[in-house]
């Protein structure tokens, strides 16, 4: 069996401050406690440079300046191994073209969901 999921570091990148409050929230409801928020795609850019270690970020598609998809492309092209989830209250299929060409792993639906998060999270 793979790593527990309260051993998994998480980076979630939301431009909303509540939501990047309620996943802190939901995530230690889950018992992972090694979480970074940050609140735009570029930041998630330098967090990655400077922390490539992290088992899965959360990646919010809609934010001003860079989406979610950007960020997730750029993370990748860095060379990042680890999951990259999207976030999004949109419908979104994982047949999506942006949604690969984003090489982005799985999806999360707001309004999160506790039992959807650990699972798409730490059973994936």
């Known amino acids: 069996m793979g790593q527990l999921c309260e051993d998994f570091s998480v980076l979630v990148v939301d431009d909303n401050e509540i939501n990047l409050m309620l996943m802190e929230d939901i995530l ?16 998630a850019i330098h967090e990655i440079e400077q922390n490539p270690n992290y088992d899965v970020v ?3 598609i809609c934010m001003p300046g860079m989406d979610g998809y ?39 639906l707001k309004p999160i969901d506790l039992n959807m998060i650990k699972k798409v999270l730490c059973f994936s």
């Open 58 to 60: 959360v990646m919010d």
């Open 70 to 108: 950007e960020a997730s492309k750029k993370i990748r092209h860095m060379g990042y191994q680890g999951r990259i989830v999207a976030l999004t209250a949109n419908l979104l299929s994982k047949e999506d073209p942006k949604f690969q060409e984003a090489m982005m792993d799985d999806i999360l």
């Open 28 to 43: 230690d409801v889950i018992d992972i406690k090694k979480v970074k928020t940050i609140d735009s795609g570029i930041q």
